[in-house]
């Protein structure tokens, strides 16, 4: 059954209008009719059944139907900061951290990033693909975009997070990784991994003073891209399953 991101709270027997790229899908795409079932998300970590009433020139009227029971969601909250890369490894890392989970996702200007800034229209671009993919993969939490930040600001935005860690390549074996992961119980984690050059040594050195924990991901080289999942899966491992 395809699911709709909502802007509006939601309750049974509620009214509610669905608009721009989803009237689209609903309407066009998937060519739907009155009475036909969608699920609806209003991004409060809940999820509705909601039966279709009609078809406005550009919204479609749907009627809240009952809640649907449990939580896909990750127990642990995972914040995944990424040194700038670019636009279209921010786009798969986004989408797949969006399927894996993850909380939040935040782009970081780091000391080897080859991009150096971001625009509105990228943004939007990096929200609309983790939308989907949040739809996709049944989520009823969409995965934050954060602003970027710089290193430094990213640092002051860390003090907030029991646990935090990065990636990095010195370190090896990714044993740390799953003993961290093992232990957690319901503490924001924050992920750090750096862009297509690694994290610079003074870079590690401020982090570890900022009270981040190195950790490996194994004994192969990943791309930025790849490792960021590398991390999520291990988290959702010995967190879920």
Do not use: W
């Not at 509105?120 to 939490?141: D, M, Y």
């Not at 590690?204 to 999942?229: H, Y």
């Amino acid at each position: 059954m395809q699911r709709y991101f909502i802007a509006t709270a939601s309750r049974a027997g509620a009214e509610i209008e669905i608009t721009g790229g989803d009237y689209h899908h609903i309407k066009n795409v998937m060519r739907m009719r009155v009475k036909d079932r969608i699920i609806v998300c209003p991004g409060d970590g809940k999820a509705y059944f909601a039966e279709i009433s009609g078809f406005g020139e550009k919204t479609v009227a749907a009627r809240i139907i009952e809640e649907i029971p449990g939580d896909p969601e990750m127990r642990v909250k995972v914040t995944v900061a990424h040194g700038f890369t670019r636009s279209r490894k921010h786009e798969e890392a986004a989408r797949r951290l969006a399927e894996l989970g993850a909380a939040a996702y935040l782009p970081v200007r780091m000391e080897r990033s080859v991009a150096k800034g971001e625009s509105a229209a990228k943004r939007a671009r990096l929200e609309a693909i983790a939308k989907e993919a949040c739809e996709q993969s049944g989520r009823n939490r969409l995965l934050n975009i954060l602003p970027p930040l710089s290193f430094v600001d990213f640092l002051d935005f860390s003090r907030d997070f029991p646990v935090k860690i990065y990636a990095y390549e010195e370190v090896g074996a990714a044993g740390g990784l799953r003993k961290i992961a093992s232990g957690l119980k319901d503490s924001p984690v924050l992920v750090l991994i750096g862009p297509e050059g690694g994290i610079a040594p003074n870079e590690a050195r401020l982090l570890d003073e900022a009270g981040f924990t190195a950790v490996g991901l194994g004994p192969r080289i990943l791309r930025t891209e790849t490792a960021p999942l590398y991390v999520m899966s291990v988290l959702a491992y010995e967190t879920e399953l």
